[in-house]
């Protein structure tokens, strides 16, 4: 069974650009979950998609945005990049319900220069 | 809001040897789960051992286990037998339980960064 795939696995942008990101969860999972970790604040939550619909999400600005298509593939979305944007991005996937074990992918390091 | 600290930024440990990785949380609810999580240098994380809050007996899973400590907030990662493949960050994290909406979005630790030495 393949894994989570995120791509693209590195990318370099600068200020005010925007940048996608791209989630392919395991199949048969419909809920994908993305997280930015970063040195200085750790491993945050972004939001989570079940069946196209965001159910959850975390504390970050309206720059930050999501979807995910019927397919249970998700994208997100950063507008307006920041240098402390830089961090990497993990998508994880998961059957719903809250006992579901989440499985990440490698991660998509983006730099803002 | 629920927190969780771990309070050891870096912890060695030699071939065949025991670690603890300690663990505290902050909540107010009764019921969640809990969880580490390992994330070796190749970056992706996987799934160590999980922990339900209304079971009172420790996970296990092989060389992996837990001590939960409900009352004091307390959920310590005892690696026994460590082998060079156990190096990594360790992460300790805490999801709710209730309801569709908590979903499962995990509140992490900052991590323990794990070395094992020959």
């Known amino acids: 069974k393949a894994g989570v795939t995120q791509t693209p696995r590195y990318l370099i942008k600068t200020r005010g650009q925007q940048v996608t990101l791209s989630c392919s969860p395991i199949s048969g999972h419909r809920s994908v979950s993305w997280y930015q970790q970063t040195p200085g604040q750790g491993l945050q939550f972004l939001f989570e998609y079940f069946s196209e619909t965001q159910r959850n999400k975390g504390n970050f600005p309206g720059r930050f945005s999501g979807r995910q298509f019927s397919n249970s593939r998700s994208e997100m979305n950063v507008s307006t990049l920041e240098l402390g944007d830089s961090a990497l991005y993990l998508c994880?996937?998961?059957?719903?319900?809250?006992?579901?074990?989440?499985?990440f992918g490698e991660g998509s390091r983006l730099t803002v220069l | 809001a629920q927190t969780v600290t771990q309070s050891q930024p870096e912890m060695s440990v030699q071939e065949a040897e025991t670690v603890t990785l300690s663990c505290t949380y902050d909540t107010s609810e009764s019921d969640y789960y809990l969880f580490w999580y390992k994330q070796p240098p190749s970056r992706q994380m996987i799934l160590v051992i999980r922990q339900e809050a209304y079971k009172q007996q420790n996970a296990t899973e092989n060389r992996f286990s837990v001590n939960f400590q409900k009352a004091a907030k307390s959920f310590s990662l005892k690696i026994s037998d460590s082998q060079l493949g156990d190096a990594a960050m360790y992460f300790c994290?805490?999801?709710?339980?209730?309801?569709?909406?908590?979903?499962?979005?995990?509140?992490f630790g900052k991590g323990t960064t794990l070395s094992v030495s020959s």
């Open positions: 994290a805490y999801r709710s339980a209730y309801g569709t909406q908590a979903g499962t979005a995990l509140i």
């Open positions: 994880a996937s998961h059957s719903w319900g809250n006992t579901g074990e989440l499985f």
